[in-house]
């Protein structure tokens, strides 16, 4: 099993201090969620049924034709690599890191594209304006422009990146996918980070032959206990997958929360500049600490820096769970939600200040 952020069980084990004391920053959810309502005793009675209006309501949010609802973007992530034959496939990185290790497990070959740093890098202050710098592309993607598109057949990008939050141009994922889907090959966009940015969504081109798009509803709606998952693909291959994945793959509670949330869209208006404005601050006070982040995106930011080993260890001395990456050396932190909690980060880092 791979590493993931918010282990606060193990931490609070590790230093000692109670579950109930701690921040957790060492994920990517929204800390101000949507708010989850009593549920229809029904809906734990009854066996799911497919045609309850989900899809609509994902389809409806999402701008895509198809959608096929899933326990988290995760399950879709273990399952696509086993509906091709072994191929060649291009994963970013460093990225989420359950991506290289399901194509892997499922016997395809996996070649690393170094993902460059954020696009943004003062934070998220210019994440509105991101869809013009994201015409500079990464070195290696940049190869792929050159034609390289030729030697993967299948090429795997989250986007936003998590954890570099580098992004990508909508125009040029499109001719990537043009030339992969030309021979056969596949487009996997995770935007498991992007509903706060929908300008730069593929979903509405998803029921391209060869395009897929995975989404999540455990980030921007910080239901990431309920794993809600949506596969955005052309019919014949959710078809396909559905098959795969058999019947009742989502609970029916997570499925009745998911269709309320996804048509809430009064609430969706309201999160997504708190979320943008919450980001920009985060990246304020973590540069006002000699902590600059290289990039982050409306949910996290990230900060490459030799001490990341240290910062780590300190702040989660004083109850401040981040996430640490060794390769190369750095921290990811997630949002606080509270005043309180925007004040125990900013007194937390001036003690560790060097
Ligand atoms: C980029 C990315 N994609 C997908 C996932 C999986 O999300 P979920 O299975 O909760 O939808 C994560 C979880 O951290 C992630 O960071």
Same mark, same amino acid.
Not at 50 to 61: P, Q
Not at 147 to 174: C, K, M
Not at 178 to 187: H, K, S, T, Y
Not at 241 to 270: E, M, V
């Given at each position: 099993?791979?590493?993931?952020?918010?282990?606060?069980?193990?931490?609070?084990?590790?230093?000692?201090?109670?579950?109930?004391?701690?921040?957790?920053? #060492?994920?990517?959810?929204?800390?101000?969620?949507?708010?989850?309502?009593?549920?229809?005793?029904?809906?734990?009675?009854?066996?799911?049924?497919? /045609?309850?209006?989900? #899809?609509?309501?994902?389809?409806?949010?999402?701008?895509?034709?198809?959608?096929?609802?899933?326990?988290?973007?995760?399950?879709?992530?273990?399952?696509?690599?086993?509906? $091709?034959?072994?191929?060649?496939?291009?994963?970013?990185?460093?990225?989420?890191?359950?991506?290289?290790?399901?194509?892997?497990?499922?016997?395809?070959?996996?070649?690393?594209?170094?993902?460059?740093?954020?696009?943004?890098?003062?934070?998220?202050?210019?994440?509105?304006?991101?869809?013009?710098?994201?015409?500079?592309?990464?070195?290696?993607?940049?190869?792929? /422009?050159?034609?390289?598109?030729? #030697?993967?057949?299948?090429?795997?990008?989250?986007?936003?990146?998590?954890?570099?939050?580098?992004?990508?141009?909508?125009?040029?994922?499109?001719?990537?996918?043009?030339?992969?889907?030309?021979?056969?090959?596949?487009? &996997?966009?995770?935007?498991?980070?992007?509903?706060?940015?929908?300008?730069?969504?593929?979903?509405?081109?998803?029921?391209?032959?060869?395009?897929?798009?995975?989404?999540?509803?455990?980030?921007?709606?910080?239901?990431?206990?309920?794993?809600?998952?949506?596969?955005?693909?052309?019919?014949?291959?959710?078809?396909?997958?559905? /098959?795969?994945?058999?019947?009742?793959?989502?609970?029916?509670?997570? $499925?009745?929360?998911?269709?309320?949330?996804?048509?809430?869209?009064?609430?969706?208006?309201?999160?997504?500049?708190?979320?943008?404005?919450?980001?920009?601050?985060?990246?304020? &006070?973590?540069?006002?600490?000699?902590?600059?982040?290289?990039?982050?995106?409306?949910?996290?930011?990230?900060?490459?820096?030799?001490?990341?080993?240290?910062?780590?260890?300190?702040?989660?001395?004083?109850?401040?769970?981040?996430?640490?990456?060794?390769?190369?050396?750095?921290?990811?932190?997630?949002?606080?939600?509270?005043?309180?909690?925007?004040?125990?980060?900013?007194?937390?880092?001036?003690?560790? #200040?060097?």
């Amino acid at each position: 099993m791979l590493e993931h952020g918010g282990r606060l069980r193990r931490a609070a084990v590790e230093y000692g201090i109670p579950l109930a004391e701690w921040l957790d920053l #060492s994920t990517g959810i929204n800390p101000n969620g949507w708010p989850v309502p009593t549920l229809p005793p029904l809906v734990w009675q009854r066996l799911p049924e497919d /045609d309850d209006g989900l #899809s609509e309501a994902a389809c409806a949010y999402y701008g895509a034709r198809h959608a096929l609802a899933v326990a988290g973007s995760q399950a879709a992530i273990q399952a696509l690599p086993l509906l $091709r034959a072994p191929c060649r496939v291009g994963v970013v990185a460093p990225g989420y890191a359950e991506h290289a290790h399901a194509w892997a497990k499922a016997g395809h070959e996996v070649v690393d594209i170094p993902a460059g740093a954020g696009l943004h890098p003062q934070g998220a202050r210019r994440i509105r304006k991101a869809a013009e710098a994201a015409t500079t592309p990464l070195p290696a993607i940049a190869a792929l /422009d050159r034609g390289q598109a030729r #030697s993967y057949d299948v090429l795997v990008l989250i986007h936003p990146n998590n954890p570099t939050g580098q992004t990508y141009a909508p125009a040029t994922l499109l001719a990537w996918h043009e030339r992969l889907a030309a021979r056969g090959g596949w487009l &996997v966009i995770d935007e498991a980070f992007m509903d706060a940015t929908p300008e730069f969504s593929l979903a509405a081109h998803a029921h391209l032959p060869g395009l897929i798009v995975l989404r999540s509803l455990g980030k921007f709606f910080g239901l990431a206990g309920a794993r809600v998952g949506f596969v955005l693909a052309e019919a014949a291959l959710l078809e396909r997958l559905h /098959d795969l994945l058999g019947p009742w793959a989502l609970n029916g509670p997570a $499925r009745h929360i998911a269709t309320l949330t996804l048509r809430d869209t009064a609430w969706q208006d309201a999160a997504r500049p708190k979320l943008i404005a919450a980001a920009a601050r985060l990246a304020d &006070v973590l540069a006002h600490h000699g902590l600059p982040p290289s990039g982050g995106s409306a949910l996290f930011q990230r900060v490459e820096t030799p001490r990341a080993n240290e910062i780590h260890a300190a702040l989660a001395r004083r109850g401040i769970l981040t996430r640490l990456f060794e390769h190369p050396a750095s921290l990811r932190f997630g949002l606080p939600g509270t005043a309180s909690e925007w004040a125990r980060l900013d007194a937390a880092l001036a003690k560790i #200040s060097p």
